[in-house]
């Protein structure tokens, strides 16, 4: 019974509502771009995050990343002619580090070394700079790499410091458009090393090296040799050519990876990391970069990204309430006589106090209804526009539309209530 | 006297009814002061008084839009003087039925559904009585009119929708307040001889109006001044009250 009454007073208020369309429409329509706004706004917030996340999350959350870094009190030192022509600058990280490591951190899993070299990698006329990386047959385990032709490097290659290489797929394409890349040798500096594998990084973000020193330049054009082959070819001290000077630098190693073996031991380690080095390195040459610490910034930084944006799209649903509001009030004078008449004839406080919250939850439900669907298009519209990623998550199109309810419920009571606190006597009088 | 009000032929029944206004302060109105009187099954009384003798406060504390000071109101046989806001609103809907001057239809609904308001606050299944509903705008001579708005018919149509909407819920009295205000005198002598006919065939009225020749219809004339009954006038002899 209750139930058929409930039905029969929805049905009287979206009679009542239909009786002034425009009205009806108009008041809907803040609700509409509150909800649509706040789904939206979400949605890109999301897209934006996630993209951030994804990149760090391919560093690999268990582990540390020990990068060599030029100290800056030494780089001013060079620039500024203040050290002897011919004397190479040494810094960064060493092999003792790397073993160091490996024996006094707890939970460390494994330990990989790698050197960075930039030299041009050439196959018959063709020639692209790149990176060339030595590094351990672990590497594979501790990055995001996925073989897609051939082997990685092994221990027998690090053993016997063979001239063989692992080019990245992108590289393979541009070197070797027409023919099969593990066919052939290329050559870097002044020795041939065969290809052996196809590499695919998924791990992207990993290869942005030191500051400033490979702009523009493709991030997958990297050639991984084995560490000792790179020891051996390419010695400690790297010369580069300046504009009509030499600089010459001395460094073991620009990359240690250290992998924990949980995300747990990767905050125990990370303090205990950094004061080892700062036992054995007196200057300030290098940089530790924590991917979980990464992540967990990102994620904070999104937390108040969605409070700002969630924010402001709630102020045009606190708007959009506020209009329902104005709209019932004088709803709520304009059929003064019709209160009058219905509590005459038998209607309590409450049924009135229902019908007019009937009507202005009617009016936000239906708001939310349209503004739901509206706001899951908005982002697909937008993504199409630009190339902004967006994400409609269940939970934003869940509050968006709870809180309109809530705003129909919040803005709709005062106007009820003052419906049904009328005197029928001075209800009926009214003109 | 407690005997008196619970006789059943009572059907309206004040004992030293009073209304006073409080307008703040010292300053009140005495708009009722302790009316005695009654109104048996059957009856049909109309109550005349010039503006300001206290017939709209006897009107609204009859219709139980209003509570009074003192005294008491049977009504049915039930003290409805101190009764709350939700008691008052559900006697409203049971009891009594509400012509009005200027008819008080809802714009926006139909002429069934207009009919049907009193049910639906009692709580009807509004789809079983469609049939009594139909009936009554029948009797009223709206029978083919049952999907216009109000708006869509004369002043005499929606007053005689009003009258079929007073008589859905069965009630003890129908209380008519210048049913005939709005109305030429053709269509408001139309109106009045469906409210004799209505009282013919049983049922309880109680008119207010400025009017001689609309208070000449009734059996009895109450006479109001400065809040007291000035006089009643005998127009007919009531109904013999049957035994029934």
């Known amino acids: 019974m209750l139930r058929l009454q409930l039905i029969a007073i929805i049905r009287l208020g979206i009679k009542s509502l239909m009786l002034h369309k425009l009205r009806s429409a108009l008041t809907m329509l803040g609700i509409i771009f509150g909800v649509c706004s706040v789904i939206a706004m979400l949605a890109i917030g999301e897209g934006a995050s996630y993209a951030a996340q994804e990149a760090i999350k391919k560093l690999g959350s268990n582990n540390i990343l020990i990068r060599s870094l030029k100290p800056p009190e030494a780089a001013r030192q060079q620039q500024g002619g203040g050290g002897p022509r011919g004397m190479s600058l040494k810094y960064g990280l060493t092999y003792a580090d790397g073993a160091r490591l490996q024996a006094t951190i707890p939970g460390v899993k494994r330990v990989v070394p790698s050197r960075i070299i930039r030299e041009n990698v050439r196959f018959g006329r063709t020639e692209v700079p790149c990176q060339v990386i030595g590094t351990l047959p672990f590497f594979t385990e501790v990055t995001g790499v996925e073989l897609v032709r051939g082997r990685f490097l092994s221990d027998l290659d690090e053993r016997h410091q063979n001239n063989i290489c692992v080019i990245t797929a992108g590289l393979a394409q541009r070197l070797f458009p027409t023919e099969d890349p593990l066919q052939h040798s290329v050559k870097v500096d002044a020795f041939y090393y065969r290809v052996v594998g196809i590499i695919r990084e998924t791990g992207k973000a990993e290869q942005r090296t030191q500051a400033g020193k490979m702009e523009g330049q493709p991030l997958d054009n990297n050639v991984y040799i084995p560490l000792s082959t790179s020891r051996t070819r390419f010695g400690e001290v790297l010369i580069r050519r300046t504009a009509g000077s030499f600089e010459a630098e001395e460094v073991q190693l620009h990359q240690i990876t250290v992998q924990m073996q949980d995300t747990a031991a990767v905050e125990t380690a990370d303090p205990q990391i950094k004061t080892l080095l700062r036992r054995f390195h007196d200057q300030n040459d290098y940089e530790l970069i924590v991917p979980l610490e990464l992540l967990r910034e990102a994620e904070a930084t999104k937390r108040r990204f969605n409070i700002v944006l969630g924010s402001i799209a709630a102020i045009s649903l606190l708007v959009g309430g506020i209009g329902i509001m104005n709209i019932m009030l004088a709803n709520v004078t304009e059929r003064t006589r019709e209160i009058g008449v219905r509590r005459a004839l038998g209607a309590k406080r409450r049924d009135i106090t229902l019908q007019f919250l009937v009507e202005t939850v009617v009016l936000s439900i239906g708001g939310g209804l349209i503004g739901v669907l509206v706001g899951m298009l908005t982002p697909v519209v937008v993504s199409m526009a630009t190339d902004m990623k967006t994400i409609v998550t269940l939970w934003s199109v869940l509050v968006a539309f709870g809180i309109s309810g809530a705003v129909g419920i919040v803005f709709g009571l005062y106007p009820a209530r003052a419906a049904a606190m009328l005197d029928p006597i001075e209800a009926l009088r009214h003109e | ?244």
Not at chain 2, 210 to 219: G, L, N, Q, T, Y
């Open chain 2, 1 to 244: 006297m407690a005997s008196l009000a619970s006789q059943p032929e009572w059907m309206i029944r004040t004992v030293g009814l009073q209304k006073t206004y409080f307008l703040g302060g010292e300053n009140r109105v005495h708009a009722l002061r302790g009316v005695d009187m009654g109104v048996r099954r059957g009856d049909y009384m109309a109550i005349m008084g010039p503006s300001g003798s206290g017939k709209s406060t006897m009107l609204n504390l009859i219709g139980c839009l209003d509570r009074p000071t003192g005294g008491q109101y049977f009504l049915g046989g039930d003290d409805v003087s101190q009764m709350d806001d939700d008691a008052l609103s559900a006697i409203r809907g049971e009891r009594i039925g509400f012509i009005f001057q200027s008819y008080n239809l809802i714009p926006q609904l139909t002429v069934l559904e207009n009919i049907q308001v009193p049910l639906f606050y009692q709580g009807h299944d509004l789809g079983k009585t469609l049939h009594r509903c139909r009936e009554l705008a029948n009797l009223v001579g709206l029978g083919d009119r049952l999907d216009h708005r109000p708006n869509q018919l004369s002043g005499g149509q929606q007053q005689r929708v009003a009258i079929a909407r007073s008589l859905v819920n069965d009630p003890l009295i129908i209380l008519a307040d210048e049913p005939t205000g709005n109305l030429d005198s053709k269509t408001g002598a139309e109106v009045l001889d469906l409210i004799d006919r209505l009282n013919r065939e049983g049922k309880t009225i109680v008119l207010v109006t400025h009017d001689d020749k609309v208070a000449a219809r009734a059996h009895r004339v109450i006479h109001m001044k400065d809040g007291v009954i000035d006089r009643e006038v005998i127009n007919r002899p009531p109904p013999t009250p049957s035994a029934s």
